[in-house]
């Protein structure tokens, strides 16, 4: 560890003074944020506040992966773009966009989904996973990926003016999976309020800087459900199915 990277720079002092102090994170908790690296997978309109808020914050290295252009319907939620970029790949525009709200971090972006060998090598690199994603299918290849790495996984789920969040620490908690053995049925193009899209990505982030950080008290193995639209907000405790799903069966700690 370079001298450098052993402190925050007046630069980056300056910058994260208001997160710094008491109930929010000392100068070595906003260190480790530094020397952390995150994945987001899809950046529209939970991931990309989720990415942004991350970015930022001031975590060190922010990966997204997102393929495909953006397009008119997107921007009634998706806040890393604009009327400028529609017809235009989103990942390359949103990747200069993070770059561009903080010179102290790299953002690596990634204009596809990954496959599951590409989600495992991508875990393996990093400290905390946040799916973003829509469909099941990558959010439970998401979910395996951090049990076959030990990566913590924040998952986050928005449907018209609803949303759930789960932090799962593989080695303690239960897995995606073990929510939702059988993949539900996905309807491609859902409902969504961007109010509640932003809202979820955000607090995607906050437990992602907690966990990062290690300030605060982590939502660890409960899900946060907010009936934004009969304005009711629940958690639960998730618990282990009475026999351990196939993935947790391969869970080892990092
Ligand atoms: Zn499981």
């Not at 996984?153 to 073990?178: E, F, K, N, V």
Request: glycine share 10%; with cysteine.
């Amino acid at each position: 560890m370079t001298e450098s990277s052993q402190y925050l720079s007046p630069e980056e002092r300056a910058r994260y003074a208001r997160q710094l102090g008491p109930g929010v994170l000392t100068e070595s908790q906003q260190l480790r944020l530094k020397h952390s690296t995150v994945l987001v997978t899809r950046v529209g309109g939970m991931g990309g506040p989720a990415a942004q808020m991350l970015a930022m914050a001031g975590v060190g290295r922010v990966i997204i992966a997102h393929g495909g252009e953006l397009i008119e319907p997107d921007l009634n939620r998706q806040v890393l773009g604009s009327e400028a970029g529609l017809g235009q790949r989103r990942a390359p525009a949103f990747g200069d966009y993070l770059r561009s709200l903080n010179r102290f971090i790299e953002v690596e972006a990634l204009d596809y989904e990954p496959n599951d060998e590409q989600a495992l090598a991508l875990a393996e690199e990093c400290d905390l996973l946040v799916s973003c994603a829509p469909t099941f299918g990558e959010r439970l290849r998401l979910g395996r990926a951090s049990v076959a790495t030990g990566t913590p996984l924040i998952d986050a789920a928005q449907w018209g003016m609803s949303g759930t969040l789960y932090a799962s620490d593989p080695a303690r908690h239960p897995c995606l999976a073990c929510l939702y053995p059988h993949e539900p049925p996905f309807e491609e193009y859902f409902p969504v309020v961007g109010a509640i899209s932003s809202a979820i990505g955000s607090l995607a982030a906050l437990e992602g800087i907690k966990i990062l950080s290690g300030a605060g008290v982590v939502m660890w193995g409960r899900m946060l459900a907010y009936d934004g639209f009969l304005c009711r907000i629940t958690q639960l405790d998730a618990h282990f199915p009475a026999s351990r799903c196939d993935v947790c069966r391969r869970s080892r700690q990092k």
